[in-house]
């Protein structure tokens, strides 16, 4: 069974760093999108670092968290799980929201909401004092 689950959200202070980790389960990962997406009190949910490692890697990450945010993951020997981190560095206020991990089967990339089929449950992050 397909599943994805954050974990790592919480409360930090601007210029501070983060790592959020999503673990996945149930699916085959090189044959998959994988990607961060978050969304801030009253506003739209918007891709921030979206990746496809088969055929070669693509990568696409928000101008707004380029330099700042990286996303890498971590394999099981024998592929059955997956941990993709988000690590967040030099936070700001603006980067406050919950942050979602999502999957989808595909052949290309995009960063976009309607292109997952797959979520987790999300997990907050607040930057503040």
């Known amino acids: 069974q397909l599943r994805l689950v954050e974990s790592g959200g919480t409360l930090v202070q601007p210029g501070g760093s983060l790592r959020l980790a999503c673990t996945v389960s149930?699916?085959?990962?090189?044959?998959?999108?994988v990607g961060w997406f978050r969304q801030a009190p009253g506003k739209e949910r918007e891709g921030i670092v979206c990746?496809?490692?088969?055929?070669?890697?693509?990568?696409?990450?928000?101008?707004s968290v380029k330099g700042r945010f990286t996303s890498f993951r971590d394999d099981v020997e024998n592929n059955a799980e997956h941990t993709i981190y988000l690590q967040m560095n030099s936070l700001k206020p603006e980067d406050t929201g919950v942050y979602y991990c999502?999957?989808?089967?595909?052949?290309?990339?995009?960063?976009?909401?309607?292109?997952?089929?797959?979520w987790g449950q999300g997990t907050p992050v607040t930057v503040s004092f």
């Open positions: 990746m496809k490692n088969a055929g070669g890697g693509m990568i696409h990450t928000a101008e």
């Open positions: 999502a999957a989808t089967w595909a052949d290309s990339l995009l960063c976009v909401q309607g292109y997952y089929d797959y």
């Open positions: 149930g699916l085959h990962l090189d044959y998959f999108a």
